[in-house]
C-alpha cells in the first residue's frame, strides 16, 4: 500500500523529486484549500509538507487520523500546532540550514536599502519626480549594528555587516565569548544592545520570550535615528510601539519583511514613507525553495519508509 503525501503550500518541483522517485509514496499537491477543506482531506494522508501559509491548526491535526509527519520546508513552525501534533504522536520535521544565505541576504538588502531610500526614490522616479533632496541616506561604514538571536541568520547577516565595515553588537542567550571573538563581534544584553546600536535586526524565533521583545520601552532606550530591521518574525518588534517610535520621530526607519498577521497588505505601518517593506521574501530564491524542499522530503521518505527522521 503506498503512503500518501498532501503539499499544501507552493514548493519547489525539483525539491520534491525524493518523494516523486519513491515508489510507495503517492504525492498531491493542492494549494489552495481552505482551512475546511484541508481538515476534511487530511484524514486521508500520511504526510503533509507546508510552508508558512498553511496554518496547521489543532482542528486539523485532530482530524488528521493517519497523518504520521508534518514537514515545514523552512525553519520556523510557528504555524503548526506542536502541541497538537505531540499530543497526536505526529512528528514535526523543518529544514534549519536551507534558507539561511537567502534570509541573510534579503536582510542585507533590506538594511542598505533601508540606509540609501532607495524604495522611496525608486517610487518618486517612477512617479516621475526627480528629486534628490528627500532620499539622503546615511553610510553603514563606522555605524553600529545590534543583532538580536545569533543563530544561523543572524551570524551570516553580522558577517556580511563587518564586510561593510560596520560594529556589530549581538545578544543572544547561547552566545559564548568564545563564539563571539571567532565572529568577531562585541556581546552583551538586549539592552546593552538596543542602547548602544544604530541599526537594529532581529533574527530570534517568535516564541513567548521573543514576543514583542522590542516594545515601548525598548524604543525609549534606543538611539535618536535608530532604524529596525525585521526579516524573522512579524511580533518579536510590537508594530503598535514602532508605529509610534517612528511617528515620534524616535525612530528613522524600519524595513519590514515579516508582520504579526499575514498576508499584510492594509497595514497602518506601510502608510509610513519611513517604511520599507516586502511580502515575507526571505527565503524566497530558487535555491533557498528548492534546498528546503529537498531536506524536508527527504525527511519525509526516510520517516514513512524506514521510521527514522533527521531532526525531530
Ligand atoms: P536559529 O535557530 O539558527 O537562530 C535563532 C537564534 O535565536 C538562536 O541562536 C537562539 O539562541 C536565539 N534566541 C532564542 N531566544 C532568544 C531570545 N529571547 N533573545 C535573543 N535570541 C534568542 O534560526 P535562524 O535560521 O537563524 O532563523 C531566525 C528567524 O528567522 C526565525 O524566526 C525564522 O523563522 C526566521 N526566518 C525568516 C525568513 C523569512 O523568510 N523572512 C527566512 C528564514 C528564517
Ligand atoms: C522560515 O521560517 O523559513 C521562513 O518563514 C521562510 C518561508 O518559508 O517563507
Known amino acids: 500500500m503506498a503512503f500518501k503525501v498532501l503539499i499544501s503550500d507552493p514548493l519547489s518541483e525539483d525539491g520534491i523529486q525524493p ?15 481552505s482551512a475546511d477543506e484541508l481538515a476534511d482531506k487530511i484524514g486521508e494522508y500520511d504526510a503533509l509538507l507546508v510552508r508558512s501559509q498553511t496554518k496547521v491548526t489543532r482542528d486539523i491535526i485532530s482530524q488528521a487520523k493517519n497523518l504520521k509527519i508534518i514537514g515545514r520546508a523552512g525553519v520556523g513552525v510557528d504555524n503548526i500546532d506542536l502541541s497538537a501534533a505531540t499530543e497526536y504522536g505526529i512528528i514535526v520535521v523543518n529544514a534549519p540550514d536551507g534558507n539561511t ?10 538594511l542598505m536599502s533601508l540606509a540609501r531610500k532607495i524604495p522611496q526614490a525608486f517610487v518618486a522616479l517612477k512617479d516621475g519626480k526627480w528629486d534628490r533632496k528627500t532620499h539622503v541616506g546615511v553610510e553603514l561604514k563606522g555605524k ?24 556589530v553588537i549581538a545578544y543572544d542567550p547561547f552566545l559564548t565569548k568564545e563564539r563571539a571573538d571567532k565572529l568577531g563581534v562585541d556581546f552583551g544584553s538586549v539592552e546593552d544592545v538596543i542602547v548602544a546600536a544604530d541599526f537594529i535586526t532581529v533574527h530570534t524565533p517568535l516564541i513567548k520570550e521573543t514576543k514583542h521583545l522590542i516594545n515601548k520601552e525598548a524604543f525609549a532606550k534606543m538611539k535618536d535615528g535608530v532604524r529596525i530591521v525585521n526579516c524573522a518574525r512579524g511580533g518579536i518588534i510590537d508594530e503598535d510601539a514602532l508605529y509610534e517610535a517612528i511617528k515620534s520621530g524616535k525612530v528613522a526607519g524600519a524595513a519590514l519583511d515579516v508582520f504579526e498577521s499575514e498576508p499584510a497588505t492594509d497595514h497602518r505601518l506601510l502608510e509610513l514613507k519611513e517604511v520599507i517593506a516586502t511580502p515575507h521574501l526571505g527565503a524566497s530564491t530558487v535555491e533557498a525553495q528548492e534546498n528546503v524542499a529537498i531536506d524536508v522530503s527527504h525527511d519525509v521518505v526516510r520517516y514513512l519508509t524506514e521510521g527514522v527522521a533527521r531532526n525531530p
Open 19 to 33: 518523494l516523486r522517485a519513491a515508489s510507495n509514496i503517492e504525492v498531491d499537491v493542492q494549494t489552495d484549500l
Open 101 to 110: 544565505n537567502s534570509a541573510a541576504e534579503h536582510t542585507v538588502a533590506m
Open 144 to 167: 553600529t549594528l545590534g543583532v538580536i538571536g545569533m543563530g544561523r541568520i543572524g551570524a551570516e547577516v553580522a558577517h556580511r555587516a563587518k564586510g561593510n565595515r560596520m560594529n
